[in-house]
């Protein structure tokens, strides 16, 4: 849930959880960037992704994502 808009994706069926939440969290992280608010929170209850997020040395193209991400949103005074 993003403002009053909701998004869903499918994704294939041999996905796995982790790659299912870290996927969620680099959408999240990319509409954060097009949006103008200032604020975010992101909820996940993966510690594995969480874990994966904090390490600087992550090789995960998907986590490198996110960091990038994240780091723009900082860069752009978002608090996330």
């Not at 959880?17 to 200032?38: D, K, M, P, V, W």
Request: net charge negative.
């Amino acid at each position: 849930i993003f403002g009053n808009n909701t998004y869903t994706y499918r994704l294939p069926s041999i996905t796995s959880i982790y790659t299912a939440e870290a996927f969620a969290i680099a959408e999240a992280t990319r509409l954060i960037l097009e949006s103008e608010e200032r604020n975010f929170t992101i909820s996940c209850d993966s510690l594995s992704v969480i874990s994966s997020i904090k390490n600087m040395y992550s090789t995960n193209p998907l986590i490198q994502n996110i960091q990038d991400n994240i780091h723009d949103a900082r860069l752009q005074g978002k608090a996330v």
